[in-house]
């Protein structure tokens, strides 16, 4: 029905020291070993499965400013400058594309919410704009129901969750990346309060810090060593669809669903 998790090949040789260990195989955890490689920092990337097997690839695929908490909106202006030239950066298609994510406006309660995070979001220079209905309906022709207005933003985007965390651990391993896939962690020991290594079920691997990246895992890792990791786990309905004609040309949400295009035209 969907296209699958692009295929890695894990490194041939089981360490059994480095600088730092990522615990999760997912997009965080192959986005801090890139960063961390291309540095020249020592790096292990240990995945129980398989490398974007579980929420990595199962998400969205959406690459956004629009509606974010405007805590976030410093970091996210950095991720997306990212995003802009990820493709080339790793040498490998990771279904980038900038085409914009419009929200659909119900109530007017609703456009008055995005019409103030629009001025907030200017203080960070992300350049969103209100839409009124005839504007939305241009951008979604076929649309139906009962909208006043929406919120766009043109410079957002979306990419390809089978593919994105699989072309950064790939150029990681170009960088020296050692890989484990298939491999649990079970604890991470301690000596005097630091981290000095980490038990898996292959062996221990001793370093000197450890990024736990593990998803709705990493609270009960973190729980072995009395660290209080305050995480909701929130459970969604996603499906997706053969390739079909119909092509929004935009991410678009509607507050209880939501859609976007993927590569293959599902």
Same mark, same amino acid.
């Given at each position: 029905?969907?296209? +699958?998790?692009? !295929?890695?090949?894990?490194?041939?040789?089981?360490?059994?020291?480095?600088?730092?260990?990522?615990?999760?195989?997912?997009?965080?955890?192959?986005?801090?070993?890139?960063? @961390?490689?291309?540095?020249?920092?020592?790096?292990?990337?240990?995945?129980?499965?398989?490398?974007?097997?579980?929420?990595?690839?199962?998400?969205? +695929?959406?690459?956004?400013?629009?509606?974010?908490?405007?805590?976030?909106?410093?970091?996210?202006?950095?991720?997306?400058?990212?995003?802009?030239?990820?493709? !080339?950066?790793?040498?490998?298609?990771?279904?980038?594309?900038?085409?914009?994510?419009?929200?659909?406006?119900?109530?007017?309660?609703?456009?008055?919410?995005?019409?103030?995070?629009?001025?907030?979001?200017?203080?960070?220079?992300?350049?969103?704009?209100?839409?009124?209905?005839?504007?939305?309906?241009?951008?979604?022709?076929?649309?139906?129901?009962?909208?006043?207005?929406?919120?766009?933003?043109?410079?957002?985007?979306?990419?390809?969750?089978?593919?994105?965390?699989?072309?950064?651990?790939?150029?990681?391993?170009?960088? +020296?990346?050692?890989?484990?896939?298939?491999?649990?962690?079970?604890?991470?020991?301690?000596?005097?309060?630091?981290?000095?290594?980490?038990?898996?079920?292959?062996?221990?691997?001793?370093?000197?810090?450890?990024?736990?990246?593990?998803? !709705?895992?990493?609270?009960?890792?973190?729980?072995?060593?009395?660290?209080? @990791?305050?995480?909701?786990?929130?459970?969604?309905?996603?499906?997706?669809?053969?390739?079909?004609?119909?092509?929004?040309?935009?991410?678009?949400?509607?507050?209880?669903?939501?859609?976007?295009?993927?590569?293959?035209?599902?």
């Amino acid at each position: 029905m969907g296209p +699958g998790v692009d !295929a890695v090949a894990s490194s041939d040789n089981f360490p059994t020291e480095t600088d730092v260990v990522i615990v999760g195989g997912g997009i965080i955890g192959a986005a801090t070993a890139l960063s @961390l490689v291309q540095r020249g920092i020592r790096v292990v990337l240990l995945e129980k499965g398989t490398v974007a097997a579980e929420q990595s690839s199962r998400n969205w +695929g959406w690459c956004r400013r629009t509606g974010r908490d405007l805590r976030e909106l410093p970091l996210i202006n950095l991720s997306m400058q990212l995003w802009e030239n990820m493709n !080339a950066t790793l040498g490998r298609e990771t279904g980038f594309r900038r085409n914009g994510i419009v929200y659909g406006t119900r109530t007017e309660a609703q456009y008055a919410r995005h019409q103030r995070w629009i001025a907030e979001a200017k203080q960070h220079d992300i350049h969103s704009e209100l839409l009124s209905s005839s504007q939305l309906h241009e951008h979604l022709p076929q649309l139906q129901g009962e909208f006043i207005g929406g919120l766009f933003t043109a410079l957002d985007g979306r990419a390809e969750p089978q593919k994105a965390a699989p072309a950064m651990v790939l150029k990681a391993m170009e960088h +020296g990346l050692n890989l484990q896939q298939h491999c649990a962690v079970r604890t991470i020991e301690r000596t005097n309060g630091r981290v000095n290594a980490v038990i898996t079920e292959h062996g221990v691997i001793r370093c000197q810090q450890v990024v736990t990246a593990g998803g !709705a895992w990493t609270r009960l890792l973190l729980q072995g060593l009395d660290v209080t @990791l305050p995480q909701l786990k929130v459970l969604s309905t996603v499906l997706r669809t053969r390739p079909v004609d119909f092509d929004p040309g935009v991410c678009a949400s509607f507050g209880s669903v939501a859609l976007r295009k993927r590569l293959d035209g599902g």
